[in-house]
């Protein structure tokens, strides 16, 4: 399965860290990533890592204040998202999703998470 954690309130220029842990079959899934969806609005890549750390550049939006590092350990694999210098923008939920290649298309990734609620008030 995939669980996301860490979501929550934080003011303007705070920092999260999300925490995307795949467990069971889904910790074999070459990439998980990260997306986000904010109401009214469609869902969009964030960043993503293949379980050898091959990474796709960050979103624009994010790339300057975001960073991902990823911790494998014998079935349990997490992708870590730390979020800095947040902005009201940044808020929307944040799901973590596992597919067999690295992709920011949304519909390369076959499983996905429950979701988590990131709110940057300002």
């Known amino acids: 399965q995939l669980v996301e954690s860490g979501g929550g309130l934080v003011q303007a220029g705070g920092s999260l860290r999300l925490s995307c842990a795949a467990s069971?079959?889904?910790?074999?899934?070459?990439?998980l990533a990260w997306f986000r969806q904010a109401p009214s609005k469609e869902r969009e890549f964030v960043a993503a890592?293949?379980?050898?750390?091959?990474?796709?550049?960050?979103a624009d939006s994010v790339k300057d204040r975001f960073t991902i590092s990823r911790d494998n350990a014998k079935n349990i694999v997490t992708l870590y998202l730390h979020m800095n210098s947040l902005r009201p923008e940044d808020t929307a939920v944040y799901y973590c999703?596992?597919?067999?290649?690295?992709?920011?298309?949304?519909?390369?990734?076959?499983?996905w998470g429950q979701g988590t609620q990131v709110t940057v008030s300002s």
């Open positions: 999703a596992a597919g067999e290649r690295l992709a920011t298309d949304s519909h390369e990734y076959d499983y």
């Open positions: 069971g079959h889904f910790a074999m899934w070459t990439a």
């Open positions: 890592s293949t379980v050898t750390g091959i990474s796709l550049p960050l």
